[in-house]
């Protein structure tokens, strides 16, 4: 089991970055893959990027070229950059590891974009 801290988040204007941070905690060796989700204001939760333990990542199409993904092994920390945010973009985001047997869940993160 893990547990997963999240910062990073803040007040960006449209067009600047920012950059997620999500340290795991524990048995990282269970984790198959790091997921970044976002819930928007009034919307269900959705996909943003992943990286699994091979290093393969993966973008849902609204982030593509504007996102990365990518991960320290010595630090046991994955990040997001963000960069030429959009006010589309505002949401809050999660981390989240995945197991064989479970999903957990860091706690959440708000960024908000202004335009």
């Known amino acids: 089991q893990v547990t997963l801290v999240e910062s990073g988040g803040g007040l960006v204007q449209a067009g600047g970055s920012l950059r997620l941070s999500c340290l795991v905690l524990?048995?990282?060796?269970?984790?198959?893959?790091m997921v970044w989700y976002r819930q928007p204001p009034g919307a269900h939760r959705e996909m943003v990027a992943s990286?699994?333990?091979?290093?393969?990542?993966y973008y849902t199409e609204a982030v593509k070229g504007r996102f990365t993904i990518s991960r320290d092994n010595a630090e046991n920390t994955v990040y997001l950059q963000m960069n030429s945010l959009k006010p589309e973009d505002t949401a809050v985001y999660y981390c989240a590891a995945q197991s064989d047997s479970d999903v957990e869940w860091g706690q959440g993160t708000q960024v908000t974009v202004s335009s």
């Open positions: 524990g048995d990282i060796f269970e984790v198959n893959a």
């Open positions: 990286i699994n333990s091979g290093g393969n990542t």
